[in-house]
């Protein structure tokens, strides 16, 4: 069967966005949070698979073996503007989620997100991940997801991942956007990749603690082994292997899961241009990532 085209961007209230995204948003913008609900927030590629699965398992490992062998967790933790008929929307998932609280994933810059999860109180929790890692990770899984903007070469893709010109806009105004946030809304945690690489355990400790769940040592302990990347990697409930819309001969979905792959990447001067251009958008010295750890 032939590929479908690929998807254009277009201007969406001043963001970069693709119809799939956008198609559904009537829907979105009334979504009905309740006050229980979880919101898993990212920009694309930070590391939501990953923080998903760490609060599925935190919340509903003891719900019988066959949620874990049977139910992806992207049905389990429902992506929230996800419109692709006939597949199920994100906001018909999530609306039909049986479990409470609902694990709920979404994209959107914060400016997006429906106002029934602010005057709701809702947990949040904002998953960063520095942007050079983000970029590669970014640009392999838009050469093997056909649903995203055809990506170019890596040089086209970075150029047009500076420029915010990607799915869901810029990076830069994504990470700035929320962190603003946490700023005046006392019910989010802004979480970074690299430091879940460096200490999941203690990453897992500071969710328990925002989310008041008190697992004992043995159950966190299953979680963080449960969520490693290799096991990860090998689990067709948390790979992706269960979409055949995407070509994991070309990427796999758990592709290589580090800080630092940005260093076989960038050339000298791409990551001089880079450099260059990051210090001009990112101002805030209190929002600081790591490149390397
Ligand atoms: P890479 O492409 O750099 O490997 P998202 O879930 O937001 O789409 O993010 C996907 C990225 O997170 C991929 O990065 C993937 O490998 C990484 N990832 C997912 N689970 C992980 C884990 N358990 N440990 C480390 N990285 C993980």
């Known amino acids: 069967m032939a590929a479908p085209p690929r998807p254009e961007l277009f201007d969406f209230h001043g963001v970069p966005m693709i119809n799939i995204f956008t198609d559904d948003w009537d829907n979105i913008q ?112 838009d050469r093997m997801n056909s649903l995203q903007p055809e990506p170019g070469d890596w040089s086209t893709f970075l150029q047009e991942f500076m420029e915010g010109n990607r799915a869901f806009g810029s990076w830069y105004d994504h990470v700035n956007g929320w962190w603003e946030k946490k700023q005046t809304y006392s019910n989010l945690l802004y979480m970074f990749y690299e430091d879940l690489i460096e200490d999941s355990g203690q990453e897992i400790e500071r969710l328990c603690s925002f989310l008041g769940l008190s697992p004992s040592a043995e159950e966190k302990e299953r979680v963080r082994v449960s969520v490693t990347f290799d096991n990860m990697k090998q689990n067709n409930m948390t790979n992706y292997s269960t979409i055949p819309l995407l070509n994991q001969t070309v990427s796999p979905f758990m592709r290589k899961g580090k800080v630092g792959d940005w260093k076989n990447h960038f050339t000298v001067l791409q990551n001089e241009q880079f450099d260059e251009d990051y210090e001009h958008k990112m101002k805030n010295p209190a929002l600081k990532f790591r490149f390397e750890i």
């Open 30 to 141: 009334n979504f009905k949070a309740r006050p229980d609900d979880i919101l898993i927030a990212t920009y694309p590629k930070a590391g939501t698979t990953w923080v998903s699965y760490i609060l599925d398992l935190l919340y509903f490992s003891d719900m019988g073996p066959d949620r874990q062998t049977t139910i992806p967790i992207h049905e389990r933790v429902p992506f929230l503007e996800f419109c692709v008929p006939p597949i199920p929307s994100g906001t018909d998932l999530a609306e039909q989620l049986p479990t409470t609280p609902r694990l709920i994933k979404t994209h959107l810059p914060v400016q997006f997100v429906p106002k029934s999860f602010w005057e709701q109180d809702c947990r949040i929790i904002y998953v960063a991940r520095n942007a050079k890692d983000n970029a590669v990770s970014y640009f392999h899984f």
